[in-house]
């Protein structure tokens, strides 16, 4: 049997072809009204597949939240699963935004949810929170290693409230953060051209204080709308800029319903990006 292609392969080859833009799919209230929509699930289904097929065919990577589509119950979910099918149909990755962190069989079960090509809900990628210890989430990791998808594990994250367990110290000086990366860091080891094992690192947090050089993508949430900037992308990632995929929602999705102008904003943004190498 052949061994599927791993994440970090296909994601390389995806930013090499389309740009670094990761366009977030959230589907806030707020955005459903300015788009003249109802909030209720045929509002999530009209916003969320609009969005999807004005970006997904020119974004590399579309990142829905999926708060706001199990706010409506299982119905939000089965729009869920739509967004996800068209998105992959239109070639982009899927990268779902579930922050899940457990422990055991629980840990099994998201990864199989998640991580298994057999799952309604299977996407190329989920964000992860370590919070358990970074083993609690080995089951994430085998599957993703076994199905080729990937993870994104939340290491600096921009809201204020992270710093106190992010930046909290051991006895030896290491902070929860650094601990994260160099786990990525041993996960990534001689893979190439680029890890399937990612961190998510806000642009927005200032100064890292980390070796973020830890072979996989950086995904960099705050980018455009929450004030990020391509010069904080230089400042914060440095010399490993070129493995980062700025995120942002509400920049792109302001613009709609509007197909045109949505595709342009991910063009626009794409041009401004590959300055990063």
Same mark, same amino acid.
């Given at each position: 049997m052949t061994s599927p292609v791993p994440f970090g392969t296909r994601l390389h080859a995806a930013l090499a072809e389309r740009g670094r833009l990761c366009v977030g799919i959230d589907p806030h209230a707020a955005l459903l009204r300015a788009w003249g929509l109802s909030d209720d699930v045929a509002g999530l289904e009209r916003f969320a597949l609009g969005a999807v097929a004005a970006v997904a065919p020119y974004a #590399? /990577? /579309?990142k829905p939240q999926s708060a706001f589509y199990e706010r409506f119950g299982s119905r939000g979910v089965a729009v869920l699963e739509r967004v996800i099918a068209?998105?992959? @149909? @239109?070639?982009?990755?899927?990268?779902? %935004? /579930?922050?899940?962190? %457990? $422990?055991? #069989?629980? !840990?099994?079960? *998201?990864? &199989?949810? *998640?991580? &298994?090509? !057999? #799952?309604?809900? @299977? /996407? %190329? @990628? $989920?964000t992860a929170s370590p919070y358990l210890g970074f083993g609690s989430l080995d089951p994430m990791v085998e599957t993703a290693r076994a199905h080729g998808a990937g993870l994104f594990v939340l290491a600096l994250t921009s809201n204020p409230e992270g710093a106190q367990v992010q930046r909290a110290r051991a006895a030896d000086g290491s902070t929860v953060a650094g601990e994260v990366l160099a786990r990525l860091r041993a996960l990534n080891a001689d893979a190439g051209p680029l890890g399937s094992f990612g961190a998510v690192v806000g642009v927005t947090v200032g100064d890292a204080g980390e070796d973020l050089d830890m072979g996989g993508p950086l995904l960099a949430p705050g980018y455009g709308a929450q004030g990020g900037t391509l010069d904080d992308v230089r400042r914060v990632f440095g010399a490993v800029a070129d493995r980062v995929l700025p995120s942002s929602s509400r920049e792109v999705l302001r613009l709609g319903p509007d197909p045109a102008a949505l595709r342009d904003a991910v063009r626009r943004t794409n041009d401004a990006l590959a300055a990063l190498g």
């Open positions: #590399s /990577v /579309v068209e998105a992959r @149909a @239109a070639g982009a990755l899927v990268l779902l %935004d /579930v922050k899940r962190g %457990d $422990i055991g #069989s629980t !840990s099994q079960a *998201y990864a &199989d949810a *998640y991580l &298994d090509p !057999s #799952s309604p809900l @299977a /996407v %190329d @990628a $989920i």
